[in-house]
C-alpha cells in the first residue's frame, strides 16, 4: 500500500527505510521487487531532476499499479525540490512524501519556505521532509544541481529548525556526499548524536553510496530513519549490464530492460536487509 512518510517512518526501532532513486519503469520495478523479496517496507524517490525522464504523473501511475499487491508498504516521495510549483504538482499528482530543500538559503528563509510547503502539503495529507546544513558532491553524482558544498548541520539550530516548520523528517549533514566518496568517509557520529538530543522527528541521511556499512548501522543506532542511495544503484546496474552487452552485442533490448530491473533489485534488496537489520 501507498502511505506517507511519517507512517513509514513512525514506530521504528533502531532500524531505518532505504530511500532510492527511480527515474524509470525499470528502476521503479527493480525497488518493487526487491520489497517483494524482502517483505520489508521501502520509500520510491523521484528527484525533480528527473523531470525530463519521466512526468510526475506517469511516475505515480506506475508506481500505485507496481505497488497494489506488494507484501509491505512503500512511499512516493518527490527528492531535493526547490520549485514549489513542482512541489505542489507532485502533492496533486498523488507523492505520499515531498523534500523541499531549502539548505542552499539563509536559515529564516528555510525555514519560511519549509513551513509554507509543510502547511500545504499537511493538508493533503502528504508528509515533507527539509534539509539543513548541506552536502559536498562526490564523485559520478546525478545531482549536480544541489551542490551547495558542505555546510555540517547546527545541532543548535535543529530544533528550532523543526519546531518553526512542522517538517516531518530533517535531512542533515554529517559527512556523507551525494555521489562516491573522493576520500575517506569522515562521517561526524558526534554531530549526529547531538542533533539526535535535540530532535525528536526521524532523521535522513542523503548520500548513501559509498559509505561503510559500519558507519551506516552506527548512524541507525543514532537517529537516523531514512537513508537515501541513488549512484551505487545505477554503478551496480550499469556495470552488470555492461558485462551482459560485452558478452552478447546482439541481446534484444526486451531482455536487457527485464534484467536491469533484476540487477536493480539485487543492489536494493542489499541496503534493505542492512538498513532494516535483517
Ligand atoms: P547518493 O547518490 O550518494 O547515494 O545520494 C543519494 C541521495 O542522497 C539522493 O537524495
Known amino acids: 500500500m501507498l502511505v506517507n512518510l511519517k507512517t513509514i517512518l513512525s514506530g521504528l526501532n533502531q532500524k531505518a527505510i532505504g530511500s532510492f532513486n527511480i527515474y524509470s519503469y525499470e528502476t521503479i520495478h527493480g525497488v518493487c521487487k526487491a520489497v517483494e523479496k524482502t517483505g520489508q517496507p521501502a520509500i520510491i ?65 528555510n525555514v519560511k519556505n519549509s513551513r509554507t ?22 564523485e559520478h553524482s546525478n545531482e549536480t544541481d544541489i551542490d551547495h558544498g558542505e555546510a555540517y548541520t547546527n545541532p543548535d539550530n535543529a530544533a528550532d529548525f523543526v519546531n ?23 562521517i561526524r557520529i558526534d554531530i549526529l548524536k547531538e542533533i539526535s538530543q535535540h530532535v525528536s522527528i526521524p532523521l535522513v541521511l542523503h548520500g548513501g553510496s559509498g559509505t561503510p ?15 537515501n542511495v541513488n549512484t551505487e544503484i545505477s554503478q551496480y546496474t550499469v556495470a552488470k549490464l555492461y558485462e551482459i552487452i560485452t558478452e552478447d552485442k546482439n541481446v ?27
Open 45 to 109: 524517490s523521484f528527484g525533480a531532476s528527473y523531470l525530463n525522464n519521466m512526468s510526475l504523473n506517469t511516475v505515480k501511475y506506475i508506481v500505485e499499479e507496481a505497488a497494489k499487491d506488494l507484501p509491505a508498504d512503500v512511499v512516493l516521495h518527490l527528492d531535493h525540490c526547490k520549485d514549489m510549483d513542482v512541489i505542489k504538482a507532485a502533492v496533486e499528482a498523488g507523492f505520499t512524501s515531498v523534500m523541499y530543500d531549502g539548505s542552499a538559503l539563509p536559515f529564516e528563509e
Open 252 to 278: 534484444h533490448l526486451s531482455k536487457l530492460t527485464l534484467l536491469q530491473s533484476d540487477i536493480v533489485s539485487e543492489i536494493v534488496e542489499k541496503y534493505i536487509r542492512l538498513f532494516g537489520r535483517i
Open 117 to 138: 510547503v509543510a502547511n500545504m502539503a499537511h493538508s493533503n495529507g502528504v508528509s515533507v521532509e527539509a534539509e539543513l546544513g548541506s552536502l559536498a558532491l562526490g
Open 213 to 227: 556499512e559500519e558507519k551506516l548501522v552506527e548512524c541507525i543506532e543514532n537517529g537516523i530513519k531514512k537513508i
Open 164 to 186: 518553526m516548520t512542522g517538517v516531518d523528517a530533517l535531512a542533515v549533514s554529517i559527512g556523507t556526499v551525494h555521489g562516491m566518496y573522493k576520500a575517506k568517509p569522515n
